[in-house]
């Protein structure tokens, strides 16, 4: 009976270590992207948007479906002046996030539009960005830009 307890003991270890290891395998994948996105973050932070840009694609070559590096991509690009980059960066975002919903990167376009000149298609992604974030959820920046927009569009 010992002898029966052991091997069972022993089946069940073997079983749980297989399965921490596969485990750990699946983390390290999960980690090293998400390592690459908060090094990102720290340079974006620090206004070394090259150096972000490198972090946010390294991200995205590991993980191709991570919203917020795609988000954080499209920022490092707009504040480098190269909005024609940040604009596909925002748009994946977008794509990469449950049901599209994602006003932030929705803001970013529209800030891509103001700075192209297009300040209808940038009143339009303001009150796009206004509706996904919803009635309970203030977002200034959006209406400042909606109201520049308009301004604008009316000069």
Not at 86 to 102: L, M, N, T
Not at 122 to 137: D, L, M, S, V
Request: proline content about 3%.
């Amino acid at each position: 009976m010992k002898n029966r307890w052991q091997l069972s003991v022993g089946v069940l270890l073997l079983v749980a270590i297989g399965l921490l290891g596969s485990q750990k395998a699946l983390t390290q994948d999960i980690s090293e992207a998400e390592k690459s996105f908060q090094q990102g973050r720290i340079q974006f932070a620090r206004r070394n948007y090259d150096a972000a840009i490198d972090a946010f694609k390294k991200t995205l070559a590991e993980n191709s479906k991570h919203a917020e590096a795609y988000y954080y991509l499209g920022l490092a690009y707009t504040r480098k002046g190269r909005w024609s980059q940040a604009v596909p960066a925002f748009r994946q975002a977008i794509e990469s996030r449950d049901k599209g919903v994602y006003p932030e990167a929705e803001l970013g376009l529209a800030g891509c539009a103001y700075f192209a000149r297009d300040f209808a298609t940038a009143a339009t992604q303001c009150q796009k960005a206004i509706e996904q974030r919803g009635q309970n959820a203030p977002f200034p920046s959006a209406y400042n830009l909606l109201g520049l927009s308009h301004y604008q569009v009316a000069e």
